[in-house]
Each structure stands twice: as structure tokens, then as C-alpha cells.
């Protein structure tokens, strides 16, 4: 009943929002939620993703590595094809970093493919070294679609994530002390959502996500 009247408002709410001008589509960029001593000659800037696992070969051989580290794939080149536990290549996995200039070997995201373990979603999961070892700090059933650089160092994240039945979200989230916190949806279906009707579609938004276990 709750994923029902939360798909309900969702839908009354993008009417609201959304439907006075179809012709924007998003650029997922939003305003500051709170009050931040940024640089004076500090700029933010914009950095597209487009993920379509098409690489032949990762940009940094320390990947390989990393993935042999994490134990998720197959590392013997030629084994007979297992989609549960696929080989280590850039057509199942895609590095991206989350903070400027952190060595790849202290910290990552890591975009997994629709399909594998047989998940019929991409996952976004963020590890960091603990302790010495590769840790999970977060996941969710999402796909990047754009960072927004920051005078902290660590991105913005603009997190796509898809409902079978209202569509799809764009989410922003920022780094808040030591992980990456819910801060509002940008877009649904490709249309940016009106900032004075943010607050109220965010929270819907966010009850959905928590119903359908997007978060990891």
C-alpha cells in the first residue's frame, strides 16, 4: 500500500512540477542547500558521464588490480563465461573517482553492469581502504550521470535511478562528514523539477527509493 500512495504523489507532484514546461530537459545542476565558506577563486564545473561499458582496455592497469583485490570477478583469462562472477574487464566494470586526486588504490566508485550476478540493474558502489583493506562505504542501484566539482575536493554525485513505475530520478548527493548524503531529486524522466517544488518531491522521492531498497 505504502509503494502505491508513494507512486500516487510522485505522479500528482511531477504534474505540478514538470508539466508547465516540458521543453526543459534536465542539466541536473542545482542551487547550494546550505550556507558553505567556499574560496573566492574557487569555480564548480561540470563533468558529464556517459558509461556505455565500451572500453577495451582499463585507462590504468592498478584497476585490474583492484578488482583481483575485491574478488568479484574472474581473473583467469579465457575461463568458460559465468555471468554470476564475469571476467575483470571495462565491459562489466567502470572506474570512477569521487574525490579529486585520490589515488586509486585508497578509494573509488565502481559502475557495475545491468545483467551481472544476474542483477537487471547497474550499481554504484563506493569503496575506500580501512584499515589496509577495500571496504563498501555505500551502494545503490543507480547509474552516474554527472559530477559537480567542489571547493572540498569531493563531487557531487547525480545519481540516476530507474522505477519500473514512475520512471526515472535524478539524484543529487553530496559528501557530508565521512559519506555521501540524500540531497535532492533534479529530475524526473529527463524533466528538471522546479526549485520551489524540490522540497516536497524530494522527500516522496526519497520514501520511494527506501521502499524499492536502492541504497546498500
Not at 559502475?111 to 589496509?132: H, N, S
Not at 539524484?171 to 557530508?176: R, T
Not at 518531491?201 to 546498500?216: A, D, G, K, T, W
Request: glycine fraction near 4%.
Amino acid at each position: 500500500m505504502k509503494l502505491i500512495s508513494s507512486f500516487l504523489c510522485i505522479c500528482l507532484l511531477v504534474l505540478v512540477s514538470c508539466g508547465e514546461d516540458q521543453s526543459k530537459k534536465a542539466s541536473w545542476k542545482s542551487g547550494d542547500e546550505e550556507e558553505v565558506e567556499i574560496p573566492e577563486d574557487f569555480v564548480a564545473d561540470t563533468i558529464a558521464i556517459r558509461n556505455l561499458f565500451d572500453e577495451l582496455t582499463f585507462p590504468d592497469t592498478v584497476m585490474y588490480d583492484l578488482l583481483a583485490e575485491l574478488g568479484i570477478c574472474d581473473t583467469v583469462k579465457d575461463a568458460e563465461f559465468n555471468i554470476h562472477k564475469p571476467p575483470c574487464e571495462p565491459r562489466f566494470y567502470k572506474f570512477f573517482r569521487y574525490k579529486k586526486d585520490m589515488p586509486w588504490r585508497e578509494g573509488f566508485a565502481l559502475e557495475i553492469r545491468a545483467g551481472v550476478e544476474e542483477f537487471y540493474l547497474r550499481r554504484f558502489i563506493l569503496f575506500e581502504r580501512i584499515d589496509g583493506k577495500l571496504t563498501k562505504t555505500q551502494g545503490f542501484v543507480a547509474n552516474l550521470v554527472e559530477q559537480h566539482t567542489t571547493h572540498t575536493g569531493y563531487y557531487d554525485l547525480m545519481l540516476l535511478f530507474r522505477d519500473e513505475e514512475a520512471g526515472s530520478f535524478v539524484v543529487k548527493y553530496s559528501w557530508d562528514k565521512d559519506r555521501y548524503v540524500y540531497r535532492s531529486v533534479e529530475a524526473i524522466d529527463g524533466y528538471l523539477v522546479k526549485e520551489e517544488r524540490k522540497d516536497s518531491i524530494s522527500n516522496v522521492v526519497h520514501q520511494r527509493l527506501e521502499e524499492n531498497s536502492m541504497f546498500f
